[in-house]
């Protein structure tokens, strides 16, 4: 396998994500125009958090002047799942130089890791492969959202052409995705009673850690239960 | 071109914490070894995420949101994600249209 081939087939697996990711940078860029960031801010932005899902919040909870700390955490507490991401994807990159290992986690989102993920159930995960799944990806983001900044005003409200649900349909398709059966399900229905109920009740961005936790722990629970049935 | 002193300090705070996270967990892997039960909680950590994230946005905002979610739930059973992505945006925009 050279390393042109196992690029191509990455950037082939990730397309379709590409795209659909296109209206969701553009969305960003023009929520962020709206919120009174500059377009160099918010393509800065992109390019140096490179994490939608954070961004979309940091956009929800941002205040003039913006408070370092507040977002800071926030995005701490949006991301936090990275970390058992990492975990699980570092014991794969057993063909990545520790410099590639580094660079190649800095530039992993859901919808790339889940697909490196995919590709090491089936064969060695190539440095080249992953780049093909992380290289165009980010470039598209950092450049829709400088577009989405730069249109922000033309766009208008997103919400008038429905723009602003592409963030969470694609979030949907990528949850069902990961379906797996009930337990799945009982995941998914802890996550979203505690989400709810933490951002009715809570200000600030607890709600997507307290939604994590309550998925984990209806995880481990039902492990536990089965275990115990079993035994 | 302009760039805010304030803001930039926030994007660099939200840049650190994220790129923490991202390291960490390959940083974390030496000290930690993965059994069943960690098995079952990482393969829970995907969807945990992402539902907690849309679930304020997706299924307490209004009814146009709640059921144009579940119409993208059923087409991502059967249909591409760039075609679930378009039903859905369609679907929301219909629903919306209605006053829901």
């Known amino acids: 396998m050279s390393w042109k081939t196992e690029f191509w087939a990455g950037l082939k697996t990730i397309a379709p994500i590409i795209v659909a990711a296109m209206p ?22 992109s390019a140096m958090v490179f994490a939608g899902g954070s961004q979309f919040v940091a956009m929800d909870i941002w205040t003039h002047p913006a408070s370092w700390t507040a977002l800071g955490f926030a995005a701490l507490l949006v991301n936090i799942r990275h970390v058992l991401m990492g975990a699980s994807l570092g014991r794969k990159l057993q063909a990545f130089s520790p410099l590639q290992k580094y660079l190649g986690v800095l530039v992993m989102a859901d919808e790339n890791w889940a697909m490196a993920e995919a590709r090491a159930q089936k064969a060695t995960l190539t440095p080249a492969y992953y780049a093909g799944l992380a290289v165009l990806f980010y470039c598209n983001w950092v450049a829709c959202s400088l577009i989405g900044a730069l249109l922000g005003a033309f766009l208008g409200d997103p919400a008038t052409i429905g723009l602003d649900f592409a963030f969470p349909a694609v979030f949907i398709v990528l949850v069902m ?27 600030g961005a607890w709600y997507i850690a307290a939604g994590a936790a309550a998925g984990l722990a209806a995880a481990l629970f039902k492990g536990k239960f089965r275990r115990t049935a079993v035994a | ?43 829970a950590i995907p969807p945990a995420v992402l539902m907690a994230v849309i679930a304020p946005t997706a299924l307490a905002t209004g009814w146009a949101e709640t059921i144009a979610c579940g119409i993208t739930g059923l087409a991502a059973l059967r249909l591409p994600l760039l075609a679930c992505v378009a039903i859905g945006v369609a679907s929301v925009v219909a629903l919306r249209a209605m006053g829901l």
């Open chain 1, 24 to 45: 969701i940078g553009l969305v960003f860029g023009a929520v962020a125009a709206s919120k009174g960031l500059s377009p160099f801010e918010a393509t800065l932005m």
């Open chain 1, 177 to 203: 995705g990961f379906w797996k059966g009930p337990a799945t399900g009982m995941v998914l229905i802890a996550s979203a009673a505690a989400s709810i109920l933490v951002h009715h009740f809570v200000p």
């Open chain 2, 1 to 43: 071109m302009n760039l805010d002193y304030h803001t930039f300090l926030a994007i660099l705070a939200m840049a650190v914490a994220t790129a923490l996270t991202r390291l960490s967990g390959v940083f974390l892997l030496r000290y930690l070894s993965i059994g069943e039960e960690t098995r079952e909680a990482l393969d």
